[in-house]
Antibody, heavy 120, light 111 residues
């Protein structure tokens, strides 16, 4: 069974940093792009960032460019999101999700349970 | 304001069919067949229901179907069941610097 488990969320002050992790199991990590999607309290889904299966290509939404860095360690089947210069508007539940293919990050077929980031 | 436009709510009776629309632009829905639909129950992670406009992942009932016409994609749920009552989101690849856009979500009520 394919599973994803996020960790690393918490309470941080504005301007601070956090690193989220997403441990995957049940699939070959390097064969799939991975994505981070967030959901602010009471709001809809917002795509944040993605990385190709090889890790060689990364993608970011405009509001996090220059502040967030996505990376992966395929030997550990783990995805990361380094978040710096955090703002109140970054407060959300952050989900990691598995893409449908090595470069297909726009369809996400398996999701983690989410980790909560609060910037205050 | 979300990049893709969905109705805030739709409703239907058990056994009936409903359709949720998702309107974008020529930069996303209108040009690319990378529209997905997700179901999200309160406090839970989203679940992929449809990908690439009309494909169903294994395990998703065939009561769920997707289509697209021009800049608008649609999710149709036939034979409505009480368990279908929840939130639904569409998403699409976009040629803009945002890469992927979501709709604002639609709350489905089964009367």
């Amino acid at each position: 069974e394919v599973q994803l488990l996020e960790s690393g969320g918490g309470l941080v002050q504005p301007g601070g940093s956090l690193r989220l992790s997403c441990a995957g199991s049940g699939f070959t990590s390097s064969s799939y792009a991975m994505t981070w999607v967030r959901q602010a309290p009471g709001k809809g889904l917002e795509w944040v960032s993605a990385i190709s299966g090889s890790g060689g290509t990364t993608y970011y939404t405009d509001s996090v460019k220059g502040r967030f860095t996505i990376s992966r360690d395929n030997s550990k089947n783990t995805l990361y999101l380094q978040m710096n210069s955090l703002r109140a508007e970054d407060t959300a539940v952050y989900y990691c999700a598995k893409g449908l293919g090595g470069r297909n990050y726009y369809g996400m077929d398996v999701w983690g349970q989410g980790t909560t980031v609060t910037v205050s | 304001q979300s990049a893709l436009t969905q109705p805030a709510s739709v409703s239907g009776s058990p056994g009936q069919s409903i359709t949720i629309s998702c309107t974008g632009t020529s930069s996303d829905v209108g040009t690319y067949n990378y529209v997905s639909w997700y179901q999200q129950h309160p406090g839970k992670a989203p679940k992929l229901m449809i990908y690439e406009v009309s494909n169903r992942p294994s395990g998703v009932p065939d009561r769920f179907s997707g289509s697209k016409s021009g800049n608008t994609a649609s999710l149709t749920i036939s034979g409505l069941q009480a368990e279908d009552e929840t939130d639904y989101y569409c998403s699409s690849y976009t040629s803009s610097s945002t890469h992927v856009v979501f709709g604002g979500g639609t709350k489905l009520t089964v009367l």
